[in-house]
C-alpha cells in the first residue's frame, strides 16, 4: 500500500465509519461471540507475500465488527462510557497520518504547545486554580501511578529514585475503598505494596471518614511506618462515591501528606458550575486526574492530570541521558518528564477539535442531559413491584437489583445482554450483586435511556 492507494481507502474507511454509526442501533451492544471464535478464523502464521488491500478490507469487514462490543452505541450503559465525537475521529486521522512523536519540545513543538494550551483551557473549564498546570497521559491509570510515585519520592527525600526501597522506610498510602482499582496498580507497580494501601473506612455517604483517616495515620505513625500520601475518590466506579475532600484535608496538612483526586469519570462533569461543588476542596490538592476520553466526546487514549506544582513530579520521573538534551535548555517543557513513558502520542489536537467543534456549552448539555435522562429512569424503576435501587444516581449513575436475591439479579442480568439491545454491567455494593447503570455516550438520546426500562420488563 502506498500513499495513493491511502487516499482511495481512506475514503472507503470513511464512507464505512459513516454507516457503521448510522447502523449501531441496529446491532446487539455486546460481542456475540465466544472466546477464541475470531482467533480460530485467522491464519496461524503472517504472509510472506505482499496482500492486496480489497482483500484485506474485506477481511475486515467479514472478521471484526461482528466480534466488537460496540462501545459507541448509544445504548452502552456499561463501565463508563469511552467517548469519541466525529470531532475527535478526525483529529485521530490527522495525527496517525502524520505520525508524530511527542517525547521532547524539539521533536514536536506543535505537540508540546497544543497541549500546553488545552491544559489551560481545562484548568479554566474546571474552575481550577490559574496557576496550576499539567499534562496529558493515556489513562487514569498512568496518571495515578505518576502521582503515587511522586507521593513516594517525596516522603523518601527522592532517596528511593536511588538507593532503592530495600533500606527505606515502610512507605504508607491511603483511600477509601470506593477508589479504583488504579491506585491498588499504582502502589504495586510503585514498590509501596498492596498490603501498605490503607482502605480508610466511609461514612453513611461512602465518603472518607476524616476521623477514621486520622486514626490510620496516627497509628501507622506510632508503628514506625511512614505515611505518603491521600488518594481521594470523586465519582467513584462502583456507585459514584464522592469523598468530602475539605473534611480530610487538614489531616493531610498535619501530616505534610500529598494529595491526589481520583476524578477519572465524573471530573468531565465540572465543566457544569451545578456539579462542581462534588469538586469542593480539590483546588487546594496537588494533583488531579480526569478522563475526557469517558465524558467530552475526545476519545481513547486522553486522560488529564493537572498538577499544582510539577517539580517534585518532574523530579521522579525525569531523566535526560545526552541523547534527550534539549539545546533550547530548561526554558522549554519536555513533557516526557512528567509521566512515565518516553514516547508519547500528541493527545491535545483531538481534545482541540472537540472542544472547538462543540464549544463547552454543547458538551455542557450533553452531560446535562445525561444526568437527567438517569434520574428519570432510576425514578421509573423505582416504581417496578420486585426491583429496588441499591444506590441513589450520583451524576449519571446508580445502582439497582431484584428484590428476589443476588442469584436472580444475576440471572437478569445475563438475560439482559445476551439480548443485545442494551448493555449493562454488575458491581458489588453492601455485599450485593446488584446492576449499574451509568449513561454517557455521545449520540445517547432519552429514549436509549428509557429503553433499559422496556427491556427489563421484556426479561424478567
Given at each position: 500500500?502506498?500513499?495513493?492507494?491511502?487516499?482511495h481507502w481512506s475514503k472507503r474507511a470513511a464512507d464505512w465509519i459513516t454507516d457503521y454509526h448510522a447502523t449501531l442501533r441496529d446491532r446487539p451492544v455486546r460481542a456475540q461471540v465466544s472466546p477464541g471464535d475470531?482467533?480460530?478464523?485467522?491464519?496461524?502464521t503472517a504472509p510472506d507475500m505482499a496482500e492486496p488491500p480489497e482483500d484485506i478490507f474485506a477481511d475486515f469487514e467479514a472478521l471484526i465488527p461482528g466480534a466488537l462490543t460496540h462501545w459507541?452505541?448509544?445504548?452502552f450503559f456499561a463501565y463508563f462510557p469511552a467517548n469519541a465525537a466525529p470531532?475527535?475521529?478526525?483529529?485521530?486521522?490527522?495525527?496517525?497520518?502524520i505520525g508524530a512523536q511527542a517525547m521532547l519540545w524539539q521533536t514536536s513543538p506543535a505537540a508540546t504547545e497544543l497541549e500546553q494550551g488545552m491544559i489551560r483551557w481545562l484548568i479554566r473549564a474546571l474552575d481550577m486554580p490559574e496557576d496550576w498546570t499539567g499534562t496529558i497521559h493515556d489513562s487514569a491509570t498512568t496518571a495515578t501511578l505518576s502521582a503515587v510515585l511522586t507521593m513516594r519520592e517525596r516522603a523518601l527525600g527522592f532517596a528511593g529514585l536511588t538507593e532503592g526501597l530495600s533500606d527505606q522506610p515502610r512507605l504508607r498510602i491511603y483511600a477509601s475503598a470506593q477508589t479504583h482499582s488504579s491506585v491498588d496498580k499504582a502502589v504495586r507497580l510503585a514498590g509501596i505494596g498492596q498490603d501498605n494501601l490503607v482502605k480508610v473506612p466511609v461514612r453513611d455517604d461512602l465518603s472518607m471518614d476524616p476521623d477514621a483517616l486520622t486514626r490510620a495515620i496516627g497509628a501507622d505513625v506510632a508503628?514506625?511506618?511512614?505515611?505518603?500520601?491521600?488518594?481521594f475518590c470523586a465519582g467513584g466506579t462502583a456507585v459514584g462515591a464522592f469523598d468530602e475532600i475539605?473534611?480530610?484535608?487538614?489531616?493531610?496538612?498535619?501530616?505534610?501528606?500529598?494529595?491526589?483526586?481520583?476524578?477519572?469519570w465524573a471530573g468531565s462533569a465540572m465543566i457544569c458550575p451545578e456539579f462542581r461543588t462534588l469538586l469542593e476542596g480539590a483546588e487546594d490538592c496537588d494533583s488531579l486526574v480526569f478522563n475526557p476520553h469517558k465524558w467530552m466526546g475526545a476519545q481513547f487514549d486522553c486522560a488529564v492530570q493537572l498538577i499544582r506544582d510539577p517539580v517534585d513530579q518532574i523530579r521522579t520521573l525525569g531523566l535526560r541521558p545526552d541523547y534527550l538534551q534539549t539545546l533550547e535548555g530548561d526554558e522549554v517543557t519536555n513533557f516526557n518528564e512528567w509521566t512515565v513513558p518516553l514516547g508519547r502520542r500528541m493527545r491535545a489536537l483531538k481534545l482541540w477539535f472537540v472542544l472547538r467543534a462543540h464549544g463547552l456549552d454543547g458538551i455542557r448539555v450533553r452531560i446535562r442531559n445525561h444526568v437527567a435522562w438517569t434520574r428519570e429512569l432510576c425514578e421509573v424503576l423505582r416504581g417496578e413491584p420486585g426491583l429496588e435501587?441499591?444506590?441513589?444516581?450520583?451524576?449519571s449513575l446508580f445502582?439497582?437489583?431484584?428484590?428476589?436475591g443476588c442469584a436472580a439479579t444475576e440471572a437478569l442480568l445475563t438475560r439482559i445482554n445476551a439480548d443485545g439491545r442494551i448493555y449493562l454491567t454488575q458491581t458489588t455494593h453492601a455485599g450485593r450483586f446488584v446492576i449499574r447503570f451509568t449513561c454517557g455516550t455521545w449520540d445517547c438520546t432519552r429514549d436509549d435511556v428509557m429503553a433499559v426500562w422496556e427491556v427489563i420488563r421484556d426479561l424478567r
Open positions: 500500500m502506498n500513499h495513493d492507494d491511502l487516499n475470531l482467533l480460530a478464523r485467522l491464519p496461524a459507541q452505541h448509544p445504548r470531532a475527535s475521529m478526525l483529529a485521530e486521522q490527522l495525527m496517525s497520518g508503628a514506625g511506618l511512614m505515611p505518603a500520601g491521600i488518594v475539605t473534611a480530610c484535608l487538614p489531616v493531610a496538612r498535619a501530616h505534610d501528606l500529598m494529595t491526589h483526586v481520583d476524578a477519572a435501587i441499591t444506590s441513589e444516581p450520583r451524576l445502582s439497582f437489583a431484584l428484590t428476589g
